[in-house]
Nanobody
Framework: QVQLVESGGGLVQPGGSLTLSCAASGSILTINTMGWYRQAPGKQRELVATMPRGGTTNYADSVKGRFTISRENAKNTLYLQMNSLKPEDTAVYYC??????????????WGQGTQVTVSS
């Protein structure tokens, strides 16, 4: 089994900053792409940013220049630094990981989500 645990969400005023973390643990041999997605009330889940193990990061146009994705491969941990937050960034943020498990199969895993609320 593989678990992804997000942390760092909360309430922040417009223009503020938050840093999300996602720690992966369990039957992991290696992780390829990790990413952040979000889902606002009444909307579909959307990509925020992704980061392959050794490749180029990818950001949604709506967060470019404000959010930064990073990872520590040795710790199987993903981060999302969010600056200049806007009310429209309010959503549940989910971590995703493409994991090569000890069973020698690639599987996609999701965290439980962490709420980010941007409001004055």
């Amino acid at each position: 089994q593989v678990q992804l645990v997000e942390s760092g969400g909360g309430l922040v005023q417009p223009g503020g900053s938050l840093t999300l973390s996602c720690a992966a643990s369990g039957s992991i041999l290696t992780i390829n792409t990790m990413g952040w997605y979000r889902q606002a009330p009444g909307k579909q889940r959307e990509l925020v940013a992704t980061m392959p193990r050794g490749g180029t990061t990818n950001y949604a146009d709506s967060v470019k220049g404000r959010f930064t994705i990073s990872r520590e491969n040795a710790k199987n941990t993903l981060y999302l630094q969010m600056n200049s937050l806007k009310p429209e960034d309010t959503a549940v943020y989910y971590c995703n990981a493409e994991v090569y498990t000890v069973g020698f199969v690639w599987r996609d895993y999701w965290g439980q989500g962490t709420q980010v609320t941007v409001s004055s």
